[in-house]
Nanobody, 123 residues
């Protein structure tokens, strides 16, 4: 089974930086596309950044130029967050889906593998 475990969330001052990590396991032969989402209470989960198996990335307009998604091999995903703002406060989730079901960061049936999240608070 695919398992995703996020870490790195904490409280930080506005203008600061954080790096989130996601440790993945259970990927077998399929190529997986990976993504970071975030959610605040009472709102829908928003896609922040995606990276596919060949390293192509996409970003939401709200984080473009400030956040960078990257991966190390098949099993570690990162989100470098710079110039953090209070509106970046959210629970951040790592997500995965076989790339065969995805195109340009969007997956036809959504991302179906999720971590439990890591909280980022910017004040």
């Amino acid at each position: 089974d695919v398992q995703l475990v996020e870490s790195g969330g904490e409280s930080v001052q506005a203008g600061g930086s954080l790096r989130l990590s996601c440790a993945a396991s259970g990927f077998e032969s399929a190529r997986y596309c990976l993504a970071w989402f975030r959610q605040v209470p009472g709102r829908e989960r928003d896609k922040v950044a995606t990276i596919d198996s060949d390293g192509s990335t996409t970003y939401s307009d709200s984080v473009k130029g400030r956040f960078t998604i990257s991966k190390s091999g098949r099993y570690l995903l990162y989100l470098q967050m710079n110039s953090l703002r209070p509106e970046d406060t959210a629970m951040y989730y790592c997500a995965a889906e076989p790339c065969v079901y995805c195109n340009g960061g969007d997956c036809y049936n959504g991302y179906n593998y999720w971590g439990r999240g890591t909280q980022v608070t910017v004040s």
